[in-house]
């Protein structure tokens, strides 16, 4: 009974955390069922520790990417193997989970796999934090909730809404926070984080920080995999600290109360998540209330996922100053979210070279993904790091719940590298087709845009291959990208033509689903303002950066020719650094 | 019955799962002209005042909202007083999760039970705690790995091996095995226990998404009944 209560909450709470960062859903148009598909297959794999040690007994999640899609937990066996047998055809993520361990993947591995797919995943042990929690005459705090706050990744990329959950003091203080990904973290106590909530003695108290600090001057700890960091221990301030509490209206529905609302309470000098309330209806409204804040200036903001035919909604940020006493009365209105839908086709004409791979991949089998133009923008919900979807068997899809913003989209990171996305286009003021890979697609508050068009042709190339120092033996910059820039003067202003991708720690890197032709091959750094961005952006996708790049391309004058269907490997690209002058710049 | 202030932690939890207020945001006075009681009294063990322990009035029954009706802590010689207490059924307890009370008088009965009649000043209330027992080890599998994020069963049996219910630990996490596979329960009141990790056939569900596969119920130390207690 208790653990299924607990883990019920667990998964609600996951729920909810994705769902305060972003929230997508699927056409729901199929009414009927969905028919097993005559190509069902299986999805196997193997599960390996760090050393290569087959990792047993451990759970694997295959989840399909749509709404209605088929989700199975499968075990793994003595040597670490998994199948998931009788699969619709579809695209699915592959995850797991073993305590104390952290799923780890390669930068170029993909989430997604289709039947008839192996794969080879890796855990790492994850890392632990352990000390003792005592208040000021020295005696232990025991049953006080502790969190590890990731704030920075391995790679030092500052990272949004990720917590390690919360184990509470033993009778000695004692605590250990264990299977924390690697990176850099502060360390809580009394947190608000999980929840907020009046019941336990340490409700009414602000959260105390590593050493015995607030948010402002908490200790930074740093993490590597299969790392312990022992000694952090906390001096309890036990200060007390305010309510914050108010209510919630959603004038865009009447049967909201029904749909799960949540609240996030914000530091407004640095956006950090200072803690997450339930609510719970209260007449036609909905109830907040978070205990335990200390004086300081906040924003709150509230959140409702999609329902049915609506796309969610969302509040303004509401600031809320706190000194030194309670704030009640805070109100918050919901207004309507807006969303994205369109509709993929994979174009089967002849003038295409049919490569031979796998069999064509079924449009439900593809995926597109939305991210966000504009990652400095002022309202945090709107940041996000990219959310892929599948569509369902004609082709349609629908991102729901976007607030107000310019959006990209993108069908690149296809299960297959035969097919490329050739166009992408949304509906114009007189309904005809008007290109949309340039820029970005403003969404309106609550604007609803459909007839977004993508088009995946055939016969895409790639290239595979290594950077190399001008001289032998110099090293390479950091930050390192490889681009494609299209030759064809018919090309390029072509924005799908711009490819571009990360180069690896081993200087390799990895540029797939490109349409046949012409192109020129740079290396370049991306700008450091960039690189320390929650989501880096392609280069490409900004036009001054594009001429820029096409500029510094042209005359360097590496050139491939990319036939269809041609697999090029262990290409070398020498690495020569820009010539003296401005930098193209982003604007 | 179980104690209620240690179930505390996982009332907030259940509470946001079943939608029932998990505090309430106005708590509707009973009856805003009587006049209101007060509590007062010294929290000890064994003689000695315990100071800076929470003490939590909560509504008897407990009513599910979650949120004490007063809450205070003891201050340096154990001493606290709650004023404004309305007239009704309480239960004054301390949330002291090492300790147990000392005049527990049947299985998970805790705190004092209390009715505060409108204006009554209810004075020299003695809360006696008594430090629990603690119990500690590491749980690995038959290859002596240990295993992770697995919850450690408290049975209590009386003299005859006769099993007298369970014993729930601060919070679901309070029970588990950590990334060393070491667990530490500790606040548990004075008995005979079998100590068991995994569970029945017919208790796994699909539903933990958390931590392991599948373990057999096993009972310490390593056996697969419950032959052996712990006292």
């Known amino acids: 009974m208790r653990r299924r209560i607990f883990t019920a909450t667990t998964m609600f709470f996951a729920a909810s955390l994705n769902f305060a960062l972003m929230t997508f859903g699927q056409s729901n148009n199929q009414g009927e069922p969905q028919k097993s598909s005559a190509r069902a297959g299986s999805i196997t794999g193997r599960v390996v520790n760090e050393s290569g040690k087959p990792m047993r007994n451990v759970r694997v999640f295959v989840g399909g990417s ?41 930068p170029g591995d993909t989430v997604h796999h289709r039947p008839g797919d192996s794969v080879n995943l890796v855990l790492k042990k994850g890392a632990a934090i352990a000390g003792t929690v005592t208040n000021s005459d020295g005696d232990p705090v025991v049953g006080v909730q502790m969190s590890a706050i990731l704030v920075r990744d391995a790679q030092g990329r500052s990272v949004f809404g990720s917590y390690g959950s919360g184990r509470y003091t033993d009778d000695r203080g004692v605590y250990r926070l264990f299977g924390l990904s690697a990176g850099t973290y502060v360390v809580v106590a009394g947190s608000k984080i ?44 036990g200060e007390h600290g305010y309510a914050i509490s108010g209510s919630i209206a ?15 309470l914000m530091q407004a000098s640095n956006d950090t998540v200072e803690g997450q309330a339930f609510t719970q209806p209260r007449g036609t409204e909905r109830a907040f209330a978070f ?50 839908a369109g509709r993929l086709t994979l174009d089967l004409a002849t003038k295409d070279v049919k490569c031979e791979t796998k069999p064509a991949p079924a449009v439900e089998e593809t995926l597109v993904s939305i991210s966000t133009d ?30 107000a913003a310019s959006y990209r989209l993108d069908s690149r990171m296809l299960l297959d590298e035969a097919w490329y996305l050739r166009a992408m286009t949304v509906a114009g003021p007189t309904n005809t087709p008007v290109d949309a890979s340039s820029r970005g697609i403003v969404v309106r508050p609550g604007q609803r845009i459909n007839g977004v068009r993508f088009v995946l042709g055939q016969g895409a190339a790639s290239i595979r291959g290594r950077v190399v120092a001008e001289k032998e033996g110099a ?16 090309s390029a202003e072509d924005t799908l033509r711009f490819i571009e991708a990360e180069v690896q720690s081993d200087n390799s890197f990895r540029l797939v689903n490109v349409a046949p032709g012409r192109y020129w091959l740079l290396a370049r750094q991306l700008p450091e303002e960039e690189s320390k961005k929650r989501l880096v952006r392609p280069q490409a996708w900004n036009a001054a950066a594009r001429a ?10 590496v050139a491939i020719d990319l036939k269809p269907c041609q697999r090029v490997a262990d290409y070398q690209l020498r690495y020569t650094p820009p010539k003296e002058g401005p930098q193209p710049k982003r604007t | 019955m179980h104690n209620v202030s240690r179930l505390l932690p996982f009332v907030v939890l259940m509470s946001s799962v079943s939608n029932t207020p998990a505090y309430p945001l106005a708590r509707q006075s009973n009856d805003s002209k009587s006049p209101s009681g007060s509590i007062s009294g010294r929290v000890t063990s064994n003689g000695k005042p315990v100071p800076r322990v929470p ?39 301390a949330f002291a999760p090492a300790f147990v009370f000392d005049e527990r008088s049947s299985w998970g009965q805790d705190g004092k039970r209390m009715t505060i009649s409108p204006g009554e000043a209810v004075e020299g209330v003695d809360v006696s705690l008594k430090r629990g027992g603690v119990i500690t080890g590491k749980v690995s599998d038959s290859a002596g790995r240990p295993v992770v994020e697995e919850r450690v069963t408290l049975t209590m049996i009386d003299e005859q091996g006769r099993q007298r219910g369970g014993f729930d630990p601060l919070g679901w996490e309070g029970a588990q095995t950590d990334d060393r596979g070491i667990y530490r329960i500790f606040g548990v009141p004075e008995g005979r226990y079998i100590a068991s990790v995994g569970q029945s056939p017919s208790q796994w569900n699909s539903w933990a998404v958390r931590g392991n596969a599948y373990y057999p119920l096993t009972f310490n130390p390593g056996v697969d009944d419950a032959s052996k207690p712990l006292s």
């Open chain 1, 250 to 264: 959603d004038g865009s529905m009447s049967d909201w109360l029904n749909t799960s609302v949540s609240v996030q």
């Open chain 1, 194 to 237: 999980l929840g907020s909530s009046m019941l336990t003695a340490y409700g009414d108290d602000a959260p105390t920080y590593y050493p015995s600090s607030t948010r402002d001057t908490a200790g930074e700890v740093t993490l590597q995999y299969g790392g312990e960091a022992t000694g952090i221990d906390i001096r309890y301030r």
């Open chain 1, 374 to 403: 504009d990652t400095d923008s002022s309202d945090p919900s709107s940041r996000f790091a990219s959310i892929l979807i599948t569509p369902d068997k004609t082709g349609d899809f629908v991102f729901q719940g976007l607030p």
């Open chain 2, 55 to 93: 003490v939590i009035l909560t509504q008897n029954p407990f009513d599910g909202e979650g949120k004490p009706v007063a809450r205070t802590t003891t201050d340096q010689d154990g001493r606290f007083r709650i004023a404004n207490v309305p007239a009704g059924s309480f239960n004054l307890s």
């Open chain 1, 291 to 340: 205990y335990g804040v200390t004086d300081g200036d906040y924003y709150v903001t509230a959140r409702r996922g999609p329902y049915q035919s609506d796309d969610g909604a969302a509040s303004k940020r509401i600031p809320v100053k706190v000194r030194g006493r309670d704030v009640t009365g805070v109100g918050i209105s919901l207004a309507p979210l807006g969303s994205i």
């Open chain 1, 548 to 557: 820029g790049l096409r500029r510094e391309a042209a005359a360097s004058n």
């Open chain 1, 475 to 490: 090293s390479l910059p950091d930050r390192l990208r490889v681009h494609l820039v299209p030759a064809e003067p018919n």
């Open chain 1, 66 to 106: 749509g709404r209605q899609s088929v989700r199975r937990t499968v075990n793994t066996d003595e040597a670490g193997r998994f199948v998931a047998d009788d699969l619709p055809r579809g695209s699915y993520a592959i995850t797991v989970q073993a305590s104390g361990y952290v799923l780890v993947r390669d």
